[in-house]
């Protein structure tokens, strides 16, 4: 493996697109790499991201939004077209379907949204000399190892949602493609981030049930299942720790969360009940698992990481405190 | 994880399907299960497959041929309304693109050949009722790890190929269906094999390059890439033993190879000269790969496999042997 100086002094690096911007996590990215001096360009289906999150960052001359569904091929192109104009840049892949119960029931839904745009992304960056590329991907790669801690190391990964195999099938094209003419990436195995703009998850459900009605919150899955969670402002800043490493391999795969056992579903629901409908009562279902693919209980190695010298500031339980409050104040999406 | 029979004593269990069963290994596959009193049918878009190595089939009552491009959802789903004439049945999928460095250049092409063609068959078998599949995938999906033994408890993967990338991709694939729909899964992680009737690889190809030209034989790379090899005959009955366990997790993955360091390029290349044309010069590349997405060198760990108590008749170099006899004897396909 060659070692990788990924933050090239190069002006055309500080052009950086980000696919699945206008979403939740993209958002946040957006602004910071605004903030940092990057030209930054968005471009997302709006199938979960909004234009009016984009909002804040449309006065700046440094920001350019693209609609595009990128699993299409012609579309994907015809946005790397438009691209280019502001120069060849590095890659933030983001895009994927983010409802994997519904992937579960219909597996096109994350070869199209949660694969395919990898692939068709891949394509073009080789046909229009992209070298960078930034890649989200998740914890579901590893699949149920009950107590087993995660760690990077393990295999084999048996995924067991059509989310998590899809995200397994990217990382695998990437590495296939720094092989023959990708310079750098880097993949990130996201656990459970929470924050705002919500646009889905365990608190943002919660919330939006307790608004439709007060008094009573139903939760799927007994309760029990257990995560460990991280707060986007961590997130965003361990990605860029390892996106502006000067060593390691040319494919660093990396573990991103909290360095803790995590929290679960029952005391989430707790902390939301208290902030938002404090009388409600909780309902609990029987299974272990809220859905078919769920992962009930994981322990997330996060060693790899904190060999780049990175620790969160926020446990598990101080982020979803953090991002109770703030999803409670969120106005509505 | 559940602990499977898959020798369920089922009449339906009798018909077995071989995706890409008219290709090197596939033929082999349908002799031995046809041998066993299975039902067979083939199914194959005879892209490196061949009617004719199915000649010696076509009177047994047991067996029936279907083209059909599996990777095409029509094709693939009139494939099944077709095999479930005979009865629902285990599948085995040998399906690929096996032109590896032609999927390097074009990443289309084992994306429709080697990850549609999974990705069809497992919807169509969810739609038909089809619980079995034996899988076969490749060594490829490791990447390069120089001397690290290439044991299944390895990662994470990096391959380095788009043929690795999509098999890996189909192995995600499968585990996914595993926790929806499937009630069993064998993965099988090959290894270069050879034998009859041998449709490409490197004793094919240097037996044709001398049959034109039997005065040389040019090398692409220096030679001094070593891999294990294994007959076909071993492969087979391998996959028979996996096949016929009663115990192990739902998704079984294991390396099928032979237990030991494997051969040169440049060794192979001198049995292929001595048997087919003793006065030719060989000639050597310089580079140590060769082709992009090849691994050079890599020690195949059969732990785990030697753990259902297999072992193969033939080491790597007699199995070189043999197929050099036996493809050096093969009528020209």
Chains 1, 2 share one sequence.
Not at 66 to 84: G, K, P, Y
Not at 125 to 150: R, T
Request: net charge negative; hydrophobic share 40%.
């Amino acid at each position: 493996m060659q070692s990788l100086d990924i933050q090239v002094e190069s002006k055309s690096l500080q052009h950086s697109i980000i696919f699945g911007g206008a979403g939740f996590i993209g958002t946040n990215l957006v602004r910071k790499l605004l903030f940092h001096g990057h030209r930054v360009t968005v471009v997302d289906n709006l199938s979960k991201g909004r234009v009016k999150l984009l909002s804040e960052f449309t006065d700046s001359i440094n920001f350019c939004f693209i609609e595009a569904d990128i699993s299409d091929r012609n579309q994907c192109r015809a946005a790397f077209l438009r691209i280019i104009e502001f120069g060849v840049g590095e890659v933030w892949h983001l895009a994927a379907n983010s409802d994997i119960p519904a992937g579960v029931s219909d597996p096109t839904v994350d070869l199209k949204d949660t694969f395919m745009t990898t692939f068709e992304i891949l394509l073009c960056m080789k046909e229009f000399g992209f070298k960078h590329i930034n890649f989200a991907s998740s914890s579901a790669v590893y699949g149920d190892w009950l107590d087993v801690p995660l760690h990077e190391s393990l295999g084999p990964l048996r995924p067991i949602s059509n989310y998590g195999a899809m995200k397994l099938a990217s990382e695998a094209q990437i590495s296939s493609a720094s092989e023959s003419f990708l310079e750098g990436a880097n993949i990130f195995r996201f656990p459970n981030v929470v924050g705002t703009p919500a646009t889905h998850g365990v608190i943002y459900d919660f919330v939006g049930r307790l608004r439709a009605q007060p008094e009573k919150l139903e939760v799927l899955g007994n309760g029990a299942q257990q995560k460990s969670y991280l707060h986007v402002s961590d997130l965003l800043s361990a990605m860029l720790v390892i996106r502006n490493r000067n060593n390691g391999p040319k494919v660093e795969i990396v573990n991103i969360g909290a360095a803790d056992s995590g929290v679960t579903v029952s005391w989430i629901a707790e902390q939301v009940v208290a902030r938002v409908s404090p009388s409600a009562n909780i309902f609990y279902g029987a299974d272990s698992k809220g859905w078919v693919g769920d992962v009930p209980k994981f322990s997330y190695s996060t060693e790899k990481l904190q060999g780049y010298g990175w620790f969160p500031k926020l446990s598990s339980t101080q982020a979803i405190r953090v991002a109770v409050d703030e999803i409670a104040d969120q106005v509505e999406l």
